[in-house]
C-alpha cells in the first residue's frame, strides 16, 4: 500500500530556511503527480505545491511563491519542499500527497516559524 513519510520539520526563526522530505513507497513513483499541503492550528489543510511525474511543472499557491520550492528524485523515491524566507504564518505541519484512485497522506510534519 501507499506509504508516505515526511521528514525535516523542526523550529526555525524569521527569514530562516527549512527542507522537507518525503519518502515513498508502495507505488510507482515516477508516475504520479505530488503535493505538499500544509495545515496550520484552527485553519483547513490548504495546498502548497505540486509537481509533475517527471518534475517538469510545478505549481505554487501565491502565498508561497518564490519563496518554496518543490523538486523530487525519481531515482530515490523522494519528494522535497525547500522553504526560504520564514515567515510565522508558515507555521504549520505539512503533509507530502499523492492522489492514486483516492488520496493518500503522510503522517505529517512540523515546521514552527517563531522568533
Known amino acids: 500500500q501507499v506509504q508516505l513519510v515526511e521528514s525535516g520539520g523542526g523550529l526555525v526563526q524569521p527569514g530562516g530556511s527549512l527542507r522537507l522530505s518525503c519518502a515513498a513507497s508502495?507505488?510507482?513513483?515516477?508516475?504520479?503527480?505530488l503535493s505538499w499541503y500544509r495545515q496550520a492550528p484552527g485553519k483547513e489543510r490548504e495546498l502548497v505545491a505540486t509537481?509533475?511525474?517527471?518534475?517538469?511543472?510545478?505549481n505554487y499557491a501565491d502565498s508561497v511563491k518564490g519563496r518554496f520550492t518543490i523538486s523530487r528524485d525519481n531515482a530515490k523515491n523522494t519528494m522535497y519542499l525547500h522553504m526560504d524566507s520564514l515567515k510565522p504564518e508558515d507555521t504549520a505541519v505539512y503533509y507530502c500527497?499523492?492522489?492514486?484512485?483516492?488520496?493518500?497522506w503522510g503522517q505529517g510534519t512540523q515546521a514552527t516559524v517563531s522568533s
Open positions: 508502495g507505488f510507482t513513483f515516477g508516475a504520479y503527480a
Open positions: 509537481i509533475t511525474n517527471a518534475g517538469g511543472s510545478t
Open positions: 500527497s499523492v492522489y492514486k484512485g483516492r488520496r493518500s
